[in-house]
T-cell receptor, first 112, second 114 residues
Framework: SQKIEQNSEALNIQEGKTATLTCNYT??????LQWYRQDPGRGPVFLLL?????KEKRKERLKVTFDTTLKQSLFHITASQPADSATYLCALARFGNTPLVFGKGTRLSVIA | DGGITQSPKYLFRKEGQNVTLSCEQNLNHDAMYWYRQDPGQGLRLIYYSQIVNDFQKGDIAEGYSVSREKKESFPLTVTSAQKNPTAFYLC?????????????FGDGTRLSIL
């Protein structure tokens, strides 16, 4: 069956460290993978999109990698801050132009 | 500012009652979506629409209905047939229904049963 798994429900890290979140998928062939941030009681906000032929994408302190051989995407936040505390969701399409499927998310807490 | 507006923020439903959740966007997007989010769960797709007067069922459409009479509006009705409607409902839109298009979300409606 098709699955998207985000490595853990919750991740706690110290301020200033790099947070690394994992998104694994099985039985998908995504051309694109997206990452979103969701704060409590709010809708998700789009952060980054990475294409299957891109190994890495950066935006300010954020970095996303996409390994179609391992069927995995890693999401990094460098020099993390308490304001980065939120739930982070990965999303991909089963194939072609089908709707996105979202993972359950990882709740990141950055401790000062 | 362009964006998506969901209303109301909180909604209460009595047993056997239908309720309608509003979603309006001024982003001129063709595609719109409705998701349900339960605690500890990811977003699950209820319905989506790629164009006016057309919509498709998502993974959990039973007990829900939608309409897309205008490009800007995509209301969701939670019918009495939906036996477990308590959840956080999110509406989203994208320029096209395409996996390389980011989705823009509203701030949700929290539905509870009285």
């Amino acid at each position: 069956s098709q699955k998207i798994e985000q490595n853990s429900e919750a991740l706690n890290i110290q301020e200033g460290k790099t947070a690394t979140l994992t998104c694994n998928y099985t039985n998908y062939s995504p051309a694109y993978l997206q990452w979103y941030r969701q704060d409590p009681g709010r809708g998700p906000v789009f952060l980054l999109l990475i294409r299957e032929n891109e190994k890495e994408k950066r935006k300010e302190r954020l970095k996303v990698t996409f390994d179609t051989t391992l069927k995995q995407s890693l999401f990094h936040i460098t020099a993390s801050q308490p304001a980065d505390s939120a739930t982070y969701l990965c999303a991909l399409a089963r194939f072609g132009n089908t709707p996105l499927v979202f993972g359950k998310g990882t709740r990141l807490s950055v401790i000062a | 500012d362009g964006g998506i507006t969901q209303s109301p923020k909180y909604l209460f439903r009595k047993e056997g009652q239908n309720v309608t959740l509003s979603c309006e966007q001024n982003l001129n997007h063709d595609a719109m979506y409705w998701y349900r989010q339960d605690p500890g769960q990811g977003l699950r797709l209820i319905y989506y629409s790629q164009i006016v007067n057309d919509f498709q069922k998502g993974d959990i459409a039973e007990g829900y209905s939608v309409s897309r009479e205008k490009k800007e509006s995509f209301p969701l009705t939670v019918t009495s047939a939906q036996k477990n409607p308590t959840a956080f409902y999110l509406c989203a839109s994208s320029m096209r229904q395409d996996s390389n298009q980011p989705q823009h979300f509203g701030d949700g409606t929290r539905l509870s049963i009285l």
